[in-house]
């Protein structure tokens, strides 16, 4: 459904990455990106707020660089 989507990342326990980057592809395109972000979630995590039509959508978060490894919990409201 077409509407306003948040895509957030958060903390999950304490051996969490604390510093992860997030990109958004789509719609139905698993190599257009829309939008990525770093650093506009809690903290050093990952948020992107966006108005989406409807369609497949794909997210590919890593850690900020290669020494940035860990868990992290991922929602979209």
Do not use: C, F, Q
């Not at 895509?7 to 051996?15: E, F, K, V």
């Not at 948020?47 to 020494?67: A, C």
Request: proline content about 3%; aromatic content about 14%; hydrophobic content about 20%.
């Amino acid at each position: 459904t077409a509407g306003t989507y948040t895509i957030d990342t958060y903390a999950r326990g304490s051996s969490d990455i604390d510093n992860n980057v997030m990109h958004l592809y789509g719609p139905d395109n698993r190599s257009r990106e829309l939008e990525s972000d770093d650093n506009d979630g809690t903290g050093r995590y990952a948020r992107i707020t966006r108005h989406l039509e409807p369609g497949n959508y794909y997210v590919k978060i890593r850690g900020y660089n290669d020494s940035y490894k860990g868990y992290y919990k991922i929602r979209i409201y």
